[in-house]
């Protein structure tokens, strides 16, 4: 409804105040109230990019999603996959550019988003991980996200206190390394958390037991990479992102193995 507000060029000759706005669906009452709200039942048969695109809106305007738009969201949530690589690839990265992903990524997931965005993470659900591990495969995966945001100083995170960012590293230096753009609407801090929420998705297909008993994920950073870059090639991003995410994710187990 917010942007279905519109003015007679005409109008615009007059003073400001005196202008009338073309408001048939009451944007300006949830613009007011930071309210998004589909306009019609239809909206996003007619346009599934609107899907995602709502809660990029929410997340950059820090507003909330009308309920039933939640409902209808949840409902035609299958119809992403009919939106061109491209146009999904400008709402991601707008949507991972918005500090404090606890805050709509979450919630991305509970609109079936996630998934139907990215369906090679629907089989992380459920799988579960050693006991080192609190969460699933997927829910370690948005959690991931959540702590990139907290250790670039771009957000908050519940299962960390103030006393973790002060013996993690930190510098202008490297604030400034992660705001390097990479691509068009692309920078290192955003395909970060891009490559974050990708990093574990071979996990279900290499989960194995050991004769020791223990559980294994042998070659699972290896075979996520081949998937990133898949799933990457397939929303259209650039060789020069999809490079990057592809290094990040095969070698995302090496900090742990060098300490």
Not at 172 to 183: D, G, K, T, W, Y
Not at 222 to 241: M, T, Y
């Amino acid at each position: 409804t917010i942007d279905s507000i519109a003015v007679d060029l005409e109008e615009l000759t007059k003073d400001y105040a005196d202008v009338r706005l073309i408001d048939p669906f009451d944007g300006r009452a949830d613009l007011q109230n930071g309210v998004i709200r589909a306009v019609s039942e239809t909206a996003f048969q007619s346009d599934a990019a609107r899907l995602l695109r709502a809660v990029r809106l929410a997340a950059e305007l820090g507003f909330g999603l009308d309920s039933q738009t939640e409902v209808l969201i949840q409902r035609h949530c299958h119809l992403i996959a009919n939106v061109a690589g491209e146009r999904l690839r400008e709402e991601l990265l707008r949507l991972l550019a918005v500090p404090e992903s606890q805050r709509f990524l979450p919630r991305l997931d509970d609109l079936g988003l996630v998934t139907a965005i990215f369906p090679e993470l629907a089989q992380a659900k459920g799988v579960k991980q050693p006991k080192e591990h609190f969460w699933d495969v997927f829910d370690h995966s948005i959690q991931t996200v959540i702590a990139v945001d907290f250790l670039l100083h771009q957000g908050t995170w519940k299962y960390a206190s103030d006393e973790v960012l002060a013996i993690a590293p930190w510098s202008e230096v490297l604030a400034r390394h992660f705001v390097q753009p990479i691509s068009s609407g692309s920078t290192r801090r955003s395909l970060l958390k891009l490559a974050a929420l990708l990093h574990d998705v071979a996990k279900p297909q290499t989960k194995a037991i050991g004769e020791d008993g223990r559980m294994h994920f042998l070659e699972h950073a290896k075979l996520g990479a081949a998937v990133a870059v898949d799933i990457l090639e397939r929303l259209r991003f650039s060789s020069k992102e999809v490079k990057l995410v592809e290094v990040m994710v095969r070698y995302h187990l090496r900090p742990g193995q060098m300490s």
